[in-house]
């Protein structure tokens, strides 16, 4: 059965653009998938605690060794992790700040990328995932301006391809995106965009 992890990472909760149309993008994937699981996990702003020196030391420890204040430490992230390799789909909704995500949202991947949790390293082998393939991952972004490709701010879109390289890294590498507005812009560019978000929805929702 399909389980869909949904992270929330806007600070306006209920007035966030992102969040709307991604429940919209998730009630259209409902009625395409009868029975899925839906686990909404919100990592806005004080949702998610980042790494402190403490769950960094935790974290380098051997599992076998860490202590019973190393486990709490690093229990949050453990719970993430686990909601991760659970999913057979992830969605991200989320506001592009400053050209790329959120710190909020930061906080939830250094939680989440771990070695021998949801990647590995050695010298022999190098790098690689452990996260199982064939996990899909949808993007669901708003911004202020338009950072489409072939326009002056394209450049400036960290946002995209931080998500996928960080996902791809654990073996997230089906990768889906939405343009959900360019609420700076004129308008009937404005206009346009939302029609683009809204049409892109409508397309990917029932057979993602």
Known sequence: MPELLF????????????????????????????????????????????????????????????TEEQRQLLAESDVYIAELHRATHILIATPMYNFTVPWNLKAYIDNIIREEETFFFSPERGYGSLVKPGKKLLLIWTATGDYSPGTPFAQYNLLTPTIATVFG????????????????????????????????????????
């Open 7 to 66: 992270l929330k990472s806007s600070p306006r909760g209920d007035e966030s653009s992102s969040n709307g149309f991604a429940e919209k993008f998730v009630d259209n994937w409902l009625s395409a998938n009868p029975g899925a699981i839906v686990n909404r996990r919100d990592v806005g702003p004080g949702k998610v605690v980042g790494p402190t020196q403490g769950w960094v030391t935790a974290n380098l420890t051997p599992a076998t060794d860490r």
């Open 169 to 208: 890294f654990i073996g997230v590498i089906d990768f889906s995106v939405i343009s959900c507005g360019s609420r700076g812009e004129a308008p009937e560019l404005a206009a346009a965009a939302l029609k683009e978000c809204h049409e892109g929805i409508r397309k990917l929702s029932p057979t993602w």
